[in-house]
């Protein structure tokens, strides 16, 4: 899927590295502007990582302004 292919394969990453590809991602055009993000358990299960992490990245997205609920 479009958020999953944002990583390696095999590599689990932090909130921070996925807010920052979630960032690269809306900057470059990747992901449009007003997609919505998959629900945090979606995204943690793909990524291999704690729904935690995730919910910390998109924390992260909101405080620095590039989403919103």
């Known amino acids: 899927n479009k ?4 990583f390696p394969i ?3 990453p ?3 590295e996925i807010a920052m590809a979630l960032i690269s991602a809306i900057e470059s055009g990747r992901l449009p502007p ?3 993000l998959q629900p945090s358990r979606v ?3 793909s ?3 704690s729904r935690d992490t995730v ?3 998109y ?3 909101r405080a620095l302004g590039f989403t919103e609920t």
Do not use: D, I, W
């Open 43 to 45: 995204m943690a299960e």
């Open 10 to 12: 095999g590599e689990k």
């Open 3 to 6: 958020f999953t292919s944002l």
């Open 14 to 16: 932090g909130y921070q």
């Open 34 to 36: 007003n997609s919505p």
């Open 55 to 57: 919910l910390r990245a």
């Open 59 to 61: 924390r992260h997205l």
């Open 47 to 49: 990524l291999g990582v």
